[in-house]
């Protein structure tokens, strides 16, 4: 292996991860049109291949022995937080559970022009001849073409997602959106519809990706022409699932959840179409508990019925509307988190924290054995003061 590509760096672990490269793989690696580069088990890089060279900008002596968090690649994810520097890290989460990527993710890396490159990766640990994880490998292609129709796409469904909801004293709201790709089949919309009452509506397309985010924009279409129905969340409901039996038939189902929390009255009224039941967390002890189930989803029955459950609310309660991406993480090979796993983790943080819903996500990261969730996230959190 030429001396370009190995590193000082690292004692043992080190040493035993250069013994890979050197049974001949990075004469072959230089050969491939995709960047590939090699770390160990500190993401502290010993390879780095020609196609790397080619699409960063950066040479092979002035990577190799450095990390990617080392003012090289600074990956950032699709929302633009930074991975290298938290366990988000899809070639982290490779290396410490002992997995490759079941598809690529995107990310964006930081170029040695200074400028933000998309790039769809693929990451698996390295293994020695006894099967102990000594470094990982992430194979990379510059996605800039592929990406850019993606990222309008991306700017046209940030519409339909409520990033900033209303503030009220009375009232707090937040909002996480983690689509599986760039664009995806959630949406969430937030609103104030008078000084007490506010509506939430959270849409969920079956499947993700383009297919997906066209379908749920159709939807959202509806949810738009029947917005003067806000106030009454079955009416809504029953009113998009008409449209979309009209016009959407053959293109899968869709769930959705809509609510209206009146604080005059100091209650919620919600409907759900298929949809995962609402978690509402109670004050005081923090037990989360599951609302009622709910009705068929939109397009199943053009005549389906839907009806309104109503629930008293009290100071500190929070309640909490997501789609299934949050319970359909893999925490082992053979189970998924679950609604009660979901509501378990809710359980675990007060109601009261500032952070809830960040904390949320993180233990939702935590739990998943795979290097991410297989589908787009939604969570919106209604915290009564």
């Known amino acids: 292996m030429e001396e370009r590509r190995s590193s000082d760096a690292g004692g043992k672990a080190m040493k035993r991860i250069e013994d890979v490269n050197d049974r001949g793989f990075g004469d072959i690696l230089d050969f491939i049109n995709s960047g590939v580069y090699i770390t160990d088990t500190d993401r502290r890089i010993v390879f780095w291949n020609r196609a790397a060279e080619r699409i960063t900008g950066y040479s092979s002596d002035e990577v190799v022995g450095r990390r990617c968090r080392d003012n090289i690649l600074m990956h950032v994810d699709r929302q633009g937080r930074s991975l290298c520097t938290t366990e988000n890290c899809p070639l982290y989460r490779s290396i410490v559970r002992n997995r490759p990527s079941d598809a690529p993710v995107v990310v964006y890396g930081k170029a040695k022009s200074g400028d933000r490159l998309p790039m769809s990766t693929s990451v698996a640990p390295v293994l020695d001849d006894d099967g102990n994880v000594i470094g990982g ?41 983690a689509p599986k790709e760039l664009i995806g089949g959630d949406f969430c919309h937030v609103r104030r519809l008078s ?22 924009a159709l939807t959202y279409s509806f949810f738009m ?28 189902f869709f769930t959705a959840v809509s609510a209206l929390i009146d604080l005059s009255q100091r209650s919620v009224t919600y409907c759900s179409a298929g949809h995962p039941p609402p978690i509402l967390q109670r004050a005081g002890d923090g037990q989360a508990e599951l609302l009622k189930l709910s009705h068929l989803p939109v397009v199943t029955y053009d005549e389906a ?8 609310l009290s100071s500190g309660d929070r309640l909490l509307l997501y789609t299934d991406g949050a319970t359909d993480i893999r925490i082992s090979e053979e189970e998924r988190l679950g609604i009660k796993g979901l509501a378990a983790l ?34 919106v959190s209604c915290l009564l003061v």
């Open 137 to 177: 490998v992430e194979i990379f292609r510059d996605e800039r073409e592929n990406i850019r129709e993606m990222e309008l796409a991306q700017v046209v469904q940030r519409q339909m997602i409520t990033r900033e909801p209303p503030e009220d004293d009375r009232l707090v709201f937040a909002v996480q959106y």
């Open 195 to 216: 000084g007490d009452t506010f509506t939430v509506f959270v849409g969920d397309a079956a499947g993700h990706g383009t297919p997906a985010a066209l379908y749920s």
């Open 225 to 252: 022409e029947h917005e003067d129905l806000l106030p009454d969340p079955a009416g809504l409901i029953a009113a998009i699932n008409a449209k979309a039996c009209q016009r959407a038939t053959g293109l899968g």
């Open 305 to 312: 019925e839907y009806e309104n459950e109503t629930v008293d």
């Open 346 to 379: 809710v359980a675990g943080t007060r109601p009261e924290d500032d952070k809830h819903l960040t904390g949320l996500v993180e233990a939702l990261w935590e739990r998943c054995i795979d290097i991410e969730p297989d589908d787009d996230i939604t969570l």
